[in-house]
């Protein structure tokens, strides 16, 4: 962005271009990114990930295609071009980060990112004028290969959150979130460990779960299949059969790792709440007088 600001305008005035002609780059440039509304639309109904992958790698292009050509022509319809990818890719990418962030962090992922474009202008109005005396344009090219190296070192991690966006159906915003009211269903009486898992994913979900007990799983299985409450919390080894038959979906696992009875249920920590797991132990009892050798 700094070596934008800071050299452009110099390296087409050294390739004879007029004050006209710059103002011109100026303006192709600039007036794509006005359709950046028509970008947000397409991002609410297409792949963001492929909206935002696509538009930096063009736009990284971009850049490496200023510092190899003079062809005042092509520069002009580079510059359109690149306008519109960035009109595209933006609103995608801002969407995307807020999508696939724990909602506690919102405001930190995207004071983070404003932060590192920032950096880059700096850096770059600080070095290209630097470098523009020793390799000309070519200081475009040399900035464009971080950003296209970027994006294929950030695309795989992206698409995998992308892939989990879609196999848990996306997680809901914080409104939703403070309107949910949901009947969540231990298999023990209130203390035991059903109910603390709710408590806290009460607090750090802030949401408002009503815990009802059960005398055993078993009841709250067939409550919920018969659409009387919402939700239950059970042992993987109970649902497994009943989420296959298609009659109960779930939603989450509270351990650290996905189980092996369900390997396609994502954590709870995968869908923005790290930290939440529960580990069950179980002991052993007899009667007081039973044998040792039983």
């Known amino acids: 962005m700094g070596a934008w600001d800071v050299v452009w305008s110099l390296y087409l005035a050294h390739h004879?271009?007029?004050?006209?002609?710059?103002?011109?780059?100026?303006?192709?440039?600039?007036?794509?990114?006005?359709?950046?509304?028509a970008g947000g639309m397409l991002a609410d109904r297409y792949s963001r990930?492929?909206?935002?992958?696509?538009?930096?790698?063009?736009?990284?292009?971009?850049?490496?295609?200023?510092?190899?050509?003079t062809n005042l022509v092509a520069l002009l319809v580079v510059n359109v071009l690149?306008?519109?990818?960035?009109?595209?890719?933006?609103?995608?990418?801002?969407?995307?980060?807020?999508?696939?962030?724990?909602?506690?962090?919102?405001?930190?992922?995207t004071g983070v990112e404003s932060t590192s474009m920032q950096l880059a202008g700096l850096l770059g109005s600080l070095t290209a004028p630097l470098m523009y005396a020793h390799i000309s344009g070519r200081v475009f090219t040399l900035a464009g290969l971080p950003a296209l190296a970027g994006v294929l070192v950030a695309?795989?991690?992206?698409?995998?959150?992308?892939?989990?966006?879609?196999?848990?159906?996306?997680?809901?915003?914080?409104?939703?979130l403070e309107a949910l009211t949901v009947k969540a269903l231990g298999s023990g009486a209130?203390?035991?460990?059903?109910?603390?898992?709710?408590?806290?994913?009460n607090k750090m979900a802030n949401i408002k779960i009503n815990y009802i007990a059960y005398k055993g799983s078993g009841p709250a299985l067939v409550d919920a299949m018969g659409n009387h409450i919402d939700s239950v919390l059970s042992d993987p080894a109970s649902l497994k059969g009943l989420?296959?038959?298609?009659?109960?979906?779930?939603i989450a696992v509270a351990h650290p790792t996905r189980v092996h009875q369900l390997p396609d249920v994502p954590t709870v920590s995968e869908q923005g709440y790290p930290g939440f797991e529960s580990n069950s132990g179980f002991i052993y009892f007899a009667p007081g007088g039973t044998p040792p050798e039983v």
Do not use: C, H
């Open 243 to 250: 989420v296959q038959e298609g009659k109960l979906r779930a």
């Open 82 to 109: 690149e306008g519109f990818a960035i009109a595209f890719s933006y609103p995608a990418k801002q969407a995307f980060l807020i999508q696939v962030s724990p909602p506690r962090w919102f405001g930190m992922v």
């Open 155 to 176: 695309a795989p991690v992206l698409y995998r959150a992308w892939n989990r966006l879609k196999e848990t159906g996306g997680l809901p915003d914080q409104a939703e």
């Open 16 to 37: 004879g271009a007029s004050k006209t002609y710059i103002s011109m780059t100026w303006i192709a440039f600039a007036a794509p990114m006005l359709f950046s509304f």
């Open 49 to 69: 990930f492929w909206l935002l992958a696509v538009g930096f790698g063009l736009s990284s292009f971009a850049w490496m295609f200023y510092g190899l050509s």
């Open 190 to 201: 209130i203390g035991g460990q059903a109910w603390i898992m709710t408590a806290k994913l």
